[in-house]
């Protein structure tokens, strides 16, 4: 028993929905709390489940489905579900149980995801769902993302209630975040529909994790993706994220040609994926398969969940590989986690000025005009406004 009386699983379970909360967002003047407007602690209970009919599957024929959404490509026999947790077959129907059903709602800076070239310092209204593609052993949330819809508190929100909400935060973005938004993709889909209409914009933050057909047809419905990209090996892939590197690497590719902003993330993780080679192999891969504008944040590790023995990355590690993305020619290397730190801020690839300046999840100053450096003219990539 804790302190306050709670056995372990309870207290993981009441602390699930709030888990992504605590944030320097907390520092910041903003219109109101998204728990305030959406009445999080009272409204959570006993998760409810959706009946709403998935996407991207196929009938094997025998009352068997097989997934088509993520590259597991799971095989999921009746009343059964994918490795996800969250689609299940009921009688040979694949099924979502998670459409309308948040576990996390929050108010978050557009910084934290991080997106650092769309609209700096606009809030972003931040939801997830239970359940996640991979299993990676570093996850920050995988009190949500590790656990089934019925084992965390959950919120009922059509797609109409979560724009809603956004608007009455006084947000102009939502993100899909904290878990694996790939696993809920129905509910985001809709979201983004009923926002785009009300001129709420959709963000994604990813672990890339997904098929073709589903990533193309779901661009047009978004602003803009950050994928994390986890490592550069497939051995570290498997072991520590119980995934895939090369299919990560295509949703970058379709990202690419799709023309859809995205950005990417590295946790850099000591002894784990820091080694030259690999790091250096990823830059590379960047410049010559994405091009030189993509933002790549290589972001500090701290321990947490099941790599709580591995200590915080050193800065130096961090700079040494920032040194291997700007030997490369990416032009927007920076570096997360390290709050004051120089890289954390934009400067123009051209002259060299300093055009947003950041302290964390905070902007010092952005002096970008109708996206161009105001000191030589040159055109800034990304979503300014």
Not at 49 to 55: C, E, G, I, K, Q
Not at 67 to 94: F, H, M, S, T, W
Not at 227 to 241: A, N, P, Q, S
Not at 273 to 300: I, K, Q, Y
Request: charged share 25%; aromatic share 10%.
């Amino acid at each position: 028993m804790s302190a306050h009386g709670l056995d372990r699983r309870t207290f993981l379970v009441r602390c699930a929905a709030g888990i992504a909360g605590f944030c320097v967002a907390d520092l910041l003047p903003r219109p109101a709390l998204a728990e305030d407007i959406f009445d999080f602690e009272q409204q959570k209970g006993e998760a409810g489940l959706s009946d709403v009919r998935a996407a991207y599957w196929d009938a094997l024929g025998d009352g068997r489905i097989t997934c088509k959404l993520c590259p597991r490509e799971c095989r999921v026999a009746d009343q059964e579900r994918g490795a996800c947790g969250v689609r299940i077959n009921e009688g040979g129907v694949y099924k979502t149980l998670v459409h309308s059903y948040v576990c996390a709602v929050h108010v978050d800076p557009v910084e934290k995801k991080p997106f650092f070239h769309v609209v700096p310092g606009a809030l972003a209204y931040s939801i997830a769902t239970a359940g996640c593609n991979m299993q990676c052993r570093f996850c920050q949330n995988w009190e949500i993302s590790q656990f089934r819809p019925e084992q965390v508190p959950n919120v009922q929100a059509s797609p109409a209630r979560i724009v809603a909400a956004a608007r009455e935060s006084g947000c102009h973005l939502i993100a899909y975040t904290y878990s694996e938004p790939v696993i809920f993709y129905e509910y985001m889909r809709d979201i983004a529909d009923a926002g785009n209409a009300a001129d709420v914009k959709s963000i994604v933050i990813s672990n890339g994790y997904i098929q073709e057909k589903p990533l193309r047809e779901l661009l047009p419905h978004l602003f803009a993706v950050k994928i994390d990209l986890k490592g550069f090996t497939e051995e570290y892939y498997r072991e520590v994220c119980d995934g895939e590197l090369k299919p990560v690497l295509r949703s970058l590719e379709i990202l690419k040609e799709e023309g859809t902003w995205f950005e990417i993330v590295v946790l850099v993780i000591p002894t784990l994926n820091d080694d030259e080679a690999s790091m250096r192999g990823l830059c590379e891969w960047v410049a010559e398969h994405l091009g030189p504008d993509v933002p790549v944040h290589f972001t500090r590790f701290h321990p947490s969940y099941r790599l709580e023995n591995i200590p915080s990355t050193p800065v130096p590690t961090l700079e040494r590989i920032h040194g291997y993305a700007r030997e490369v020619g990416l032009h927007f290397a920076y570096i997360g986690n390290v709050p004051g730190h120089p890289a954390e801020s934009t400067y123009c690839p051209g002259c060299g000025k300093a055009l947003v300046r950041r302290m964390a999840y905070t902007i010092i100053e952005n002096s970008i005009k109708d996206g161009r450096c105001p000191n030589c003219g040159r055109t800034i990539p990304g979503l300014w406004s």
